[in-house]
């Protein structure tokens, strides 16, 4: 039922109104009351911050749809998400409202066939619902038809908006949207929705970038929802051939408490959902019971991540999904008691966003069941171990979750690489652009403001060197030979890398892809998809695995690394440390457990040192982010030093005390390195999709803008500097025997 009816429906296009009373609506809620006359007007930028669940589609749409009718229905509005499976839960649900108003409504991405694009193509109006990648092979391959199709466009609506900041896809959707409006020489509204964020003035600049302060800011107030938590600790005490004990326990304690009500079940990686969702379903058929637990992740096949989504919506019988990110954004999966984290969430925006599909039922509360998988405390823990790190960051990421802190989006890299393919897919979008004229299109006016013109030059000389482009007797860009066969590649059009995935299928059926090796042969046991199988037929060109059901497996490697955790939960876990309250919340295990932490916090004298050498091996303990603690790691091994991030501290190995000391000293001494003097290619490896075509200068700078902050490793490196002039005792020695 909606909380407020301080707006009424006049202003909406009657069948709308229909539509609403007929589903029980008794008015607004306050962002969508807010949100309407300024989406109606139609010239100011919006971004509808507010939780899962809380009515930002309808926001956006109601004023949308409105201004479509007063248009008989001749406008354009293009949707975008991150995902397909968004695309088709949005299609399904407007599709209800738009059918009584005669606005057709169209899905476009990789799994929707032509007959619905030609529809469109013929008659341009209505709804598009559209993933970057099939946004960017539109405009490079209809770019001469661009006025035509979307002449009428009235607004483009933005789809979990803080899903895009920050990342290849993200910069690659801005240009996109900034080409789009360059070809129809004018501006188009856009309207973002968002999860809240912890700075939304950098969400606004995301949507509109340098006009930030212009767009219109609407944040609802979180709706305020009991929540029922605890965080439950299970400790390792050894592995087996199988995999660790401590995790099957895990999964034996969530077979018995999980069977009242649907869950999310949320391992920190796609190796540890297959584990989950093979263990669980092996508990189910042990105990003679339907199978209730399913695997939904981004690697599955369409049809077994829609044969999840669609087992929790049923509702017959209880049923919970072990699932990656991929049930983070905002489908449709029914009614949902409560999420099971399993290991340290990887973010603060990332649980709210977990937490936010719990308990929408009014007057249900929502749960959270936080698991840590934890060594069992020794006699003699090493100095990092007996801090039970991931422990602690779980319990350092709910309280900030429960203050109400939430990351910032990250902002300020450069992206080189996204740079690289929307030069390619501009000169197709154009049948060829000047060198000054796609500067001007992409950086000038564009989202690459960070990029000077001789920069652009010098990426553009190596494109050509590289035989990805070339420029005619006109002065036009052209594609090269290796330009044309990469971009006539289905693969051109993602941000992304595109690894080594091999299709995985049983009778003919596609379960989903996997990065395999080529020592993988027939005979190999595989989890995936739940179930365990048998590798019967393998062919390395085609990437094509055929098999058939076991009775064992082998767990998939994936790779990948997780998100870098903010200085803030760093801060907040040595807090954890330094007090001595012990959060209600925590099970009776997990109050040892950080008892023991704490305990050892004090052994070591962490209060009062940052430095603990055991034997030739340095501890240096930031308490700082991983952006602050990876740059660290390339000054001090400019240093000489050899150093590794090992999260709340730095490992340096094979050296003293006063080692340290004197680099640290050398490093707040000297203004900072270029990236090109402090960085090692063969080190940093090609992260981003096109970083391999990139010259030295401009990929080390790339790189840093995006992965380190090497400003704030300085400040530490000096603030140390100044305390070692008055107090040369901030170290520790371990000692043995």
């Known amino acids: 039922m909606i909380e407020q009816a ?8 009657p069948p709308l109104q229909r539509w609403l009373w007929d589903q029980g609506w008794s008015g607004l809620r306050a962002a969508q009351a807010e949100a309407l006359p300024i989406i ?50 949005q299609f399904e649900r407007l599709s209800l409202i738009c ?24 008659a341009p109006r209505g709804l598009v619902l559209i993933t970057p990648e099939s946004l960017e092979s539109l405009l490079f391959r209809c770019g001469t038809q661009l006025k035509q199709m979307f002449g009428a466009l009235l607004a483009v609506v933005v789809d979990e908006l803080h899903a895009f900041i920050g990342g290849e896809r993200g910069r690659q959707l801005q240009s996109l949207l900034h080409r789009l409006e360059c070809a129809l020489v004018r501006r188009v509204q856009r309207v973002g929705l968002s999860a809240t964020l912890g700075d939304m003035g950098l969400a606004a600049d995301f949507l509109r970038p340098g006009e930030g302060e212009a767009v219109c800011l ?60 093979d263990a669980l379903r092996r508990h189910c058929e042990r105990a003679g019971l339907p199978v209730s637990f399913f695997p939904h992740h981004g690697r599955l096949g369409k049809l077994e991540r829609e044969s999840t989504e669609s087992e ?20 449709d ?49 090493g100095c990092l171990q007996g801090l039970h790190t991931d422990f602690l960051q779980s319990i350092a990421v709910i309280r900030l979750f429960l203050a109400k802190w939430y990351e910032p989006p990250p902002s300020g890299a450069l992206h080189y690489s996204t740079l690289v393919q929307q030069v390619l897919s501009l000169i197709g979008e154009r049948c060829g652009v000047t060198a000054a004229e796609a500067y001007r299109t992409l950086c000038l006016g564009g989202p690459f403001t960070g990029v000077s013109e001789a920069d652009f030059i010098e990426l553009l000389r190596s494109l050509v060197a590289n035989d990805l482009i070339m420029q005619d007797a006109n002065r036009l860009l052209l594609h090269g030979a290796l330009g044309e066969k990469r971009v006539n590649h289905f693969t051109f059009f993602a941000a992304f890398q595109d690894t080594r995935e091999y299709r995985l299928l049983h009778l003919g059926k596609e379960l989903g892809t996997l990065p395999l090796k080529r020592s993988q042969d027939i005979g190999d046991a595989l989890i995936f998809a739940g179930r365990r199988w048998l590798i019967i037929a393998i ?22 690394a997780g998100l870098p955790v903010h200085d803030r939960v760093r801060e907040e876990m040595r807090a954890l440390l330094r007090e001595t309250d012990v959060p209600v919340w925590l099970d009776a295990k997990a109050g040892e457990v950080l008892a023991k932490a704490r305990s050892h916090y004090a052994v070591q004298g962490l209060a009062e040192t940052d430095l603990i050498m055991d034997e030739r091996t340095a501890y240096l303990f930031t308490w700082r982010g991983d952006a602050t603690q990876d740059a660290l790691v390339w000054l001090l091994r400019a240093q000489g030093l050899t150093a590794e991030n090992a999260g709340v501290c730095l490992k340096i190995y094979g050296t003293s005390a006063s080692r340290v000391g004197d ?11 270029a990236t090109a003097e402090l960085l090692k290619r063969h080190s940093v490896g090609t992260p981003e999709k096109w970083d391999w075509v990139l010259p030295e200068r401009l990929f080390f700078n790339s790189y840093a803008s995006r992965r380190l902050n090497l400003a704030a490793a300085h400040d530490f490196a000096v603030h140390r500097a100044c305390l070692d002039s008055s107090d040369n005792s901030n170290q520790i020695e371990i000692l043995h025997g």
Request: glycine share 10%; with cysteine.
């Open 333 to 381: 999966i029914g009614s949902i008691r409560g999420v099971v984290q399993i290991g340290a969430p990887e973010s603060v925006a990332s649980l709210c966003q977990r937490i936010g599909r719990a308990g929408r039922r009014g007057g249900e509360k929502a749960e959270l069941w936080q698991y840590c998988v934890t060594d069992a405390p020794g006699d003699n823990p």
């Open 6 to 13: 301080s707006a009424n429906f006049e202003s909406l296009a």
């Open 539 to 560: 062919d390395h060109d085609k990437r094509r695995v055929d098999l058939i059901a076991a009775s064992a497996g082998q767990l998939p490697k994936t790779g990948g």
């Open 218 to 277: 609407i944040v609802s107030a979180a709706e305020k929802k009991p929540l029922q938590l605890v965080v439950k600790a299970v400790l390792r005490e050894g592995w087996s051939a199988v995999g660790d004990p401590a995790h099957a326990a895990v999964a034996a304690a969530l077979f018995n408490s999980l069977g009242a009500a649907n869950y999310l079940i949320f391992p920190n990686s796609t190796g540890m959902v297959e584990f989950y969702a």
């Open 40 to 89: 109606l007007e139609g010239r100011q930028d919006v971004v509808i911050a507010a939780a899962t669940a809380s009515g930002k589609t309808e926001a956006a749409f109601l004023p949308l749809l409105t201004r479509l009718w007063q248009a008989d229905g001749q406008g354009v509005v293009l949707y975008v998400a991150p995902m397909k499976a968004l695309i088709n839960d």
């Open 99 to 122: 059918e009584r108003m005669d606005i057709p409504v169209y899905p476009w991405h990789g799994d929707i066939g032509e007959t619905s694009r030609k529809r469109f193509l013929v």
């Open 663 to 673: 680099a640290l000293a050398d490093i707040a001494a000297a203004p900072l390195p």
């Open 312 to 331: 929790l919506k049923r509702g017959h019988l209880p049923v919970s999904a072990i699932c990656t990110s991929t049930l983070e954004m905002g489908i």
